[in-house]
């Protein structure tokens, strides 16, 4: 019999790539999708048409008790969100309600059809639980690089919502002895990933330059500095803590950081422009709190989960870049354009 993972979050850039894993691994794949009409539905079934889908939302805990009751999954990776952070302080209220409060619905549901009571093992141990955990959760940093010890002072409701929903994950763990692990996932990209996030704007904003479509490139803090990797490889890790031994978190990412300002010179070179003649700083584009650095220490994902990043900073931008060079040439998807400036 194939084993079965439901994926919240189908939709999304990661839910993609472990999709395509999963199925690659011989999975029978389930997505779970919200909204009446929600048109990244049909985008994905073009992309993943042996995906399931099952329908839920992350606010209605009656239709992930039914989803789980329906797929009866062998795993359940939990990366359904409100994940763009400058968003979390425009909503904080439905950021805490999908990103925190939605991992304690995802935890019951899988509580409630595991028949899993208090101090209970047994079919505790039938569901395996991964939670998409966030480098922001460490935030204002106390250390660099940062591990799993490392303490968190998340600096956007964003990362204090993922805090919630990481620490809920370690007590539904400690409380009733289920599988439920968390990735702390540093920054990563792909062509896949949404138009809000800097790496894709920058990707995209070079690209359109490159074609004479757009003449200018507004950003915010170019100082700011990320350990950014390709999604790709990240969900590989999350597949891997779901079958090690022992329910445990990893911090996930290259160890290597990277400012805004470099990303920018990386894109502009690949396609050979000058980005200090297109590049414009915009004050309204820096945020309330800013998380100034982060990077991570993935030892324990090495040497436990044999885990390795593959794909290197230069090649994922310049990947990301000739990406929408094609896009675009070819008349671009009106998906994939951002109404966040
Ligand atoms: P993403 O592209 O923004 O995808 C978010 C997904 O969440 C979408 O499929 C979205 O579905 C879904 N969602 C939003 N509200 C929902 C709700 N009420 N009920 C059910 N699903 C809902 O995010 P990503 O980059 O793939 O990231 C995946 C997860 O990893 C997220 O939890 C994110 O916070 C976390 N994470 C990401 C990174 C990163 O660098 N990418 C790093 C650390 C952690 P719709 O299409 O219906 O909106
Ligand atoms: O690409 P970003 O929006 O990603 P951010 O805030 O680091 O969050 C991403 O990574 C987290 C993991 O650490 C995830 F949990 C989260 O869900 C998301 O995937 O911004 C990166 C940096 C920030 O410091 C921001 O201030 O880029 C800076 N930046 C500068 N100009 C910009 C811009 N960010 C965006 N989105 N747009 C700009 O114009």
């Given amino acids: 019999m194939a084993r079965r993972a439901l994926i919240t979050g189908i939709t999304g850039q990661d839910g993609s790539y472990l999709a395509e894993h999963l199925l690659e691994q011989g999975y029978e794949v389930w997505g779970l999708a919200r909204g009446q009409a929600n048109p990244r539905v049909s985008r994905m079934r073009r992309l993943l048409a042996d995906v399931q889908v099952v329908r839920g939302d992350l606010l209605d805990q009656g239709s992930l008790i039914s989803a789980v ?204 422009l000058d980005w200090e003649r297109y590049v414009v700083t915009d004050q309204t584009l820096h945020r309330p709190a800013e998380v100034d650095l982060l990077c991570a220490e993935p030892k324990k994902a090495r040497t436990q989960l044999g885990w390795e990043p593959r794909v290197a900073f230069d090649e994922l931008v310049a990947m990301m870049v000739e990406s929408d060079l094609r896009l675009l040439t070819d008349g671009g998807d009106p998906h994939e354009d951002s109404s966040w400036p």
Wanted: a neutral charge; aromatic letters at 10%.
């Fill in 69 to 272: 009751e329906r797929v009866q999954p062998d795993e359940v990776y939990n990366l359904g969100a409100i994940s763009f952070v400058p968003m979390s302080w425009e909503q904080a209220e439905l950021t805490a309600e999908v990103t925190g409060m939605g991992v304690l619905r995802m935890l019951e549901a899988i509580r409630v059809c595991s028949g899993v009571s208090r101090g209970g093992t047994g079919a505790a141990g039938q569901i395996r639980f991964y939670q998409a955990s966030s480098s922001e959760m460490f935030g204002q940093v106390s250390e660099t690089p940062q591990n799993e010890r490392t303490a968190f002072h998340p600096r956007s409701p964003y990362g204090v919502a993922k805090a919630y929903g990481h620490f809920l994950t370690q007590n539904y763990r400690e409380s009733y002895g289920m599988f439920a692990v968390s990735g702390i996932l540093f920054n990563h990209e792909s062509p896949r990933r949404g138009a809000e996030f800097v790496t894709r704007k920058v990707s995209l904003g070079a690209a359109r330059i490159k074609l004479g479509l757009a003449t200018e490139l507004r950003l915010g803090n170019l100082e700011a500095r990320r350990d950014w990797g390709f999604a790709g490889d990240y969900v590989k890790a999350m597949h891997l803590m779901l079958q090690a031994g022992n329910p445990e978190d990893y911090v996930i990412g290259t160890g290597r950081m990277k400012s805004v300002r470099e990303l920018v010179e990386a894109a502009f070179n690949a396609v050979g």
